[in-house]
């Protein structure tokens, strides 16, 4: 009897390991240190993405935001943050302004799965405002706020909107809404004091882009709006100085990104106002370096280099931009590279090799500046190539020593 129900308890014993096996084997696995670790859901990815942005990761805010997405496509809360993090990467590099187009497909999305919540309508009307369909943002803005009429982005990217499609007043309204509604909104101060520092309201537009900056001092977004409110106070104040405080802001976006392309640039465009052109042209080089592919650091190198009349330099700086923008849409290439990689070659005497660039410029380009500088160069060549003489060279005109200034270097944030 004692062996009957010993071996009756052994297979009890065993039976029940059986049946929990999975459970046993984590317990044991704990045990030694090898515990299989396990899926996040998408909640975990979302408080992974909502610490990386408040830390200023946005590309770990990007990634576990999608990740969480994936977890719950239906969720508007989590597609309206991912939404957010998009367009907030997109500021961080010109390839990135591709993400706003995902940001509008997530809003549709968000839209689809629940068609009375407002933050799909408001991620649709902030993605239509950067990609510049004011009207569409407007309507969709107001849609979200006919659901939820305390939603401060709503009112914010609704006065982007307004702005946008020359409605200024109804702008300035609705961007004061907002930030009384939710002071602590990084989107509804950034929002207000982009439309005060248009109305050259400067010191209150610092500070609500002081504000922002307090909200989140890991976000790199708050530092380029101070850094470029001080470059605007600059030029139309005339106080130079102001330029060390832009410099300040972007040298501290660097203190927690050495690798940010976007600060180097913007540091060689203000270094290029202060006339410190080593600077400038160490900081985009650093910009090229990093990332070889920026076009955008390379039309700033190849504006420094031209401006200090280091000609041959500059043409090459300026081919690697447009040799990588040439199969963009003419809208959404940088024209700068050809018209001063055109002025380049005037200015070494080879109107041969610039007539192509400015009269290819002058087909495709719908900026006044740019037409303006090419037509100053055929001015330059002659207006027309030069007739060969009769051992088959090619004339080149004298052309004046004075040195054309650089417009389009515009201040961005």
Known sequence: ????????????????????????????????????????????????????????????????????????????????????????????????????????????????????????????CYAQTELENYEGAVRDCLQALDFNGQDAEAHSFLARAYEGSGRYT????????????????????????????????????????????????????PYYNLAALYRVMANTLGENELLEKAISYYNAVLSSNRRSIKAYIRLCQTYMQTGQFNLAKDNCTTATTLDADSTEAWRFLGEVLYRTRNYDDAIKAFVQCSDREKELPPGDRQWQCWAYQALSHERMQRCSEAYPLLYDLLIWSESADATRLANTGLDLCGGTAPTPRSDGTTPTPITPALLPTVPGSTIQG
């Open 1 to 124: 009897m004692p062996l009957l129900v010993a071996n009756a308890f052994v297979l009890a014993f065993a039976g029940l390991i059986a049946w929990q096996f999975p459970e046993a084997q984590k317990i044991a696995l704990n045990a030694i240190g090898s515990a299989p670790t396990a899926t996040p859901n998408a909640v975990e990815y979302a408080q992974r993405g909502d610490r990386a942005y408040w830390r200023g990761n946005l590309d770990q805010a990007v990634m576990n935001y999608r990740e969480a997405v994936k977890e719950r496509p239906d969720d508007v809360g989590i597609i309206f943050e991912l939404g957010r993090m998009l367009i907030f990467h997109s500021y961080e590099d010109r390839r990135n302004e591709g993400e706003r187009e995902e940001a509008l497909e997530l809003a549709d999305q968000a839209i689809n799965a629940d068609p009375q919540n407002a933050r799909g309508y408001t991620l649709r």
């Open 170 to 221: 109804e702008s300035v309204d609705e961007a004061l809404k907002a930030v009384q509604i939710n002071p602590q909104s990084i989107e509804a101060n950034i929002t207000y004091g982009d439309l005060l520092m248009t109305r050259k309201q400067y010191d209150l537009a610092l500070n609500y882009y002081e504000q922002a900056m307090k909200i989140n001092p890991q976000l790199s977004q």
